[in-house]
């Protein structure tokens, strides 16, 4: 991918879209492929923000059917299908358990129905139906380690994760690149007005300390929860408030002895808000947190009532435990781009997406993005394009419903690949099956791209952690191919080694050396790399004493050699 610092932009777009999050890069992906000339720029890096934070997903939405909203359920499980097959590699089937027990708001008998509603929506998945266990045996044996006093039922059903949404974020960027798209991460809008049917744009290069100026036809605003700084822009009294997000907030802790084989999806004891508690690599992801938040959205962050909220919910249902902060590897949290729905609830906000024409406030061509979620960015992004074509009366169809990302693009069928391609391309690079079979699941069928840079230095087969799987080719290739400008865009969106126990911190010298090698960092900014992704780790991932230790005995280590 290449990026506005190298490539020079044109003056005019048809399409100028604000925000890499996963809404923003869908809707470049779209509307590429239907022919329209397409920038994207964001100020930080690709799905950085709310794409990041999520419970890692892909879902039809069971709990909105408590809402009656049929129409926003049967959207997700189609698009679930879709994106399952569009981008296997880096998506797959989950299943879910739900535990009912005496005190829960919902019986097995609604619970029942819902899932017979569920399967009813998703007439045309590949996914198998739900299943029920009432039998005292079968109860008995199911996961021994949780809460098995007043357990009356099991409902079980299907969805999918993606394990590494960031990845998914990219191979969208990617693919609409690849469509003709420009993509630029780090580049800024700083100023944006009408003109002559125009809408006249300056964007800071936040890399180079440089700026420059496009025009486009039409301007999307698909800023996530920035979607109000935005607007503000224009200094238009006309654009209300739009943005009530909500804070969803996680924690990672370690595997711990009879904790869940399977997913759990748990009616919380607290208040009866749903929750997950998801077998993560070598983890639990236990989540998520919902609240309003009226804070500064560049400091999102768990707060300690979260923390306390899930570690109770963690020992009500595990009780032989006894979890405390001291388990907590780390955390995340990210803001829901959710719609301001004055005088509701956190829960009553409806998840569908609002894709906000602005021509009655005065600016003809103007476009917010409201809410959306990972399932259904794509629907999201061709209606926003189908909007565009009615207005211009053209006809173009989307060409995104079975447009394979580009990692997926010559696979059809992943275990097969992966049982015939794996031996293959670990023979022929002398890279562990292992490792190779790890490398299909980040980047699919590009997976011979990353592998052919170690030919010319053996020394990119190597691994960085103890903790991650990922080789030193991988940090080679996020900045040549995937425009990774920054040590936190390597660690954290375009390898696993950010989410890893430590969270790449025990490896974070060695990574910036290997990066700054090709960044042409000197030893100065290379330093102040390293101190950016520290602080950001302290500030944003909260991590836990036994991360922050070895974090230090890393630091001694280094100081000694």
Same mark, same amino acid.
């Given at each position: 991918? $290449? ?46 923000? %709310? ?109 999918? @994760? ?67 700084? @935005? ?25 711990? #002895? ?43 962050? @768990? ?37 301001? $729905? ?7 906000? %409806? ?7 602005? %021509? ?14 990972? #399932? #259904? ?108 400008? #920054? ?75």
């Amino acid at each position: 991918m $290449e990026s506005l610092r190298t490539v020079k932009p044109k003056d005019y777009y048809d399409i100028a879209i604000i925000g890499g999050g996963i809404n923003g890069v869908g809707i470049a992906l779209d509307a590429a492929t239907r022919g329209f000339s397409t920038i994207l720029v964001d100020k930080g890096d690709f799905g950085n923000f %709310t794409s990041s934070a999520s419970t890692k997903l892909i879902h039809g939405g069971l709990r909105y059917l408590e809402y009656f909203e049929f129409p926003l359920v049967r959207e997700s499980l189609r698009e679930r299908e879709r994106i399952l097959r569009n981008a296997q590699h880096l998506v797959r089937p989950l299943k879910l358990n739900i535990p009912l027990y005496k005190h829960s708001q919902r019986s097995p008998l609604v619970i029942k129905m819902g899932m017979i509603l569920y399967d009813l929506l998703s007439y045309d998945k590949s996914l198998p139906n739900h299943s029920m266990i009432f039998s005292n045996n079968r109860l008995k044996q199911f996961e021994p380690g949780i809460k098995h006093s007043d357990l009356k039922a099991i409902a079980s059903y299907y969805d999918c @994760i993606v394990e590494y949404p960031e990845r998914l974020c990219l191979e969208i960027a990617l693919s609409a690149e690849k469509a003709g798209a420009l993509i630029s991460n780090y580049s800024e809008v700083v100023e944006c007005h009408p003109l002559n049917g125009k809408y006249q744009i300056k964007v800071n290069d936040l890399i180079n300390n440089d700026s420059f100026e496009i025009q486009s036809k039409y301007l999307i605003n698909a800023g996530g929860p920035f979607v109000d700084v @935005i607007n503000k822009m224009f200094n238009n009294k006309s654009l209300q408030r739009m943005m009530g997000g909500t804070k969803g907030s996680h924690i990672i802790i370690d595997r711990f #002895t009879g904790g869940p084989v399977e997913s759990l999806y748990i009616e919380a004891h607290q208040d009866g808000r749903p929750f997950f508690i998801i077998p993560w690599h070598n983890y639990y992801l236990v989540g998520t947190t919902d609240k309003f938040y009226e804070g500064k959205l560049e400091d999102v962050s @768990i707060d300690e009532d979260e923390k306390d909220y899930l570690l109770k919910e963690l020992n009500h249902f595990f009780p032989d435990n006894n979890f405390t902060g001291s388990d907590i590897l780390y955390t995340y949290s990210g803001v829901r781009p959710l719609p301001y $729905e004055e005088g509701k609830s956190e829960r009553q906000v %409806t998840r569908k997406h609002i894709i906000k024409d602005h %021509t009655k406030a005065g600016l003809k061509n103007y476009i917010s993005i409201i809410g959306g979620k990972l #399932t #259904t960015y794509r629907n999201l992004a061709e209606e926003t394009i189908d909007l565009i074509c009615e207005n211009e009366n053209i006809k173009r169809k989307s060409e995104t419903r079975n447009l394979r990302l580009i990692g997926s693009e010559k696979i059809t069928y992943l275990d097969a690949y992966t049982k015939s391609t794996v031996p293959e391309i670990a023979n022929e690079y002398r890279l562990p099956e292992e490792t190779v079979k790890y490398l299909v699941g980040f980047y699919g069928s590009r997976t011979r791209d990353v592998a052919e840079l170690t030919l010319d230095d053996p020394e990119l087969k190597n691994k960085l952690s103890d903790y991650a799987n990922d080789i030193k080719a991988q940090v080679v290739f996020a900045v040549r191919k995937e425009s990774a400008r #920054t040590l936190e865009d390597i660690l954290i969106r375009r390898t696993g080694i950010g989410y890893s126990k430590y969270l790449g911190l025990d490896c974070l010298h060695e990574v910036a050396d290997l990066a700054g090698r090709y960044l042409n960092w000197s030893d100065e900014q290379k330093l102040l790399e390293i101190n950016k992704y520290q602080d950001k780790v302290n500030k944003f991932y909260q991590p836990g004493a036994e991360t922050l230790g070895k974090m230090k005995e890393k630091e001694n280590s280094d100081i000694i050699k």
